[in-house]
């Protein structure tokens, strides 16, 4: 396992938001026929997988790239719910839940070791 460091967290953070405004600048490129959104979405999902990989030289992938899906998960839904409008019904909130709280177990149980 490799040795987590703060700077590995702060790049995942920064991975994890850049996903967000990619796929964020995704809905707002209406299937690529708005510029400025579609140009966006391709920047911030180049930038997050730069900063991912950034992220995996201090953290093993497997809990990186858990963490990374799972709150892009939690925070795409809410984004949706929030700028977008969207319903979110209370069983997909439901799984989001153990989505995260599979994330978590594999987070702790990778320390474990």
Same mark, same amino acid.
């Given at each position: 396992m490799? #040795?987590?460091? +703060? !700077? +590995?967290? $702060? /790049? $995942?953070?920064?991975?994890?938001? !850049?996903? $967000?405004? +990619? #796929? &964020?600048?995704m809905k707002m490129s209406e299937g690529f026929t708005r510029l400025w959104p579609s140009v966006c979405m391709f !920047? /911030?999902?180049g930038a997050s997988f730069t900063f991912l990989n950034y992220a995996l030289h201090y953290m093993d992938m497997? &809990?990186?790239y858990a963490i990374w899906s799972g709150i892009g998960i939690v925070l795409i839904s809410l984004a949706g719910v929030l700028l977008f409008g969207e319903r979110l019904p209370s069983a997909s909130v439901m799984w989001i839940i153990v989505i995260v709280i599979g994330v978590v177990g594999l987070?702790?149980?990778s320390r474990v070791h």
């Amino acid at each position: 396992m490799k #040795t987590e460091s +703060g !700077l +590995g967290w $702060l /790049f $995942l953070a920064l991975a994890i938001a !850049l996903e $967000l405004s +990619g #796929t &964020v600048s995704m809905k707002m490129s209406e299937g690529f026929t708005r510029l400025w959104p579609s140009v966006c979405m391709f !920047l /911030f999902y180049g930038a997050s997988f730069t900063f991912l990989n950034y992220a995996l030289h201090y953290m093993d992938m497997s &809990v990186a790239y858990a963490i990374w899906s799972g709150i892009g998960i939690v925070l795409i839904s809410l984004a949706g719910v929030l700028l977008f409008g969207e319903r979110l019904p209370s069983a997909s909130v439901m799984w989001i839940i153990v989505i995260v709280i599979g994330v978590v177990g594999l987070n702790l149980s990778s320390r474990v070791h």
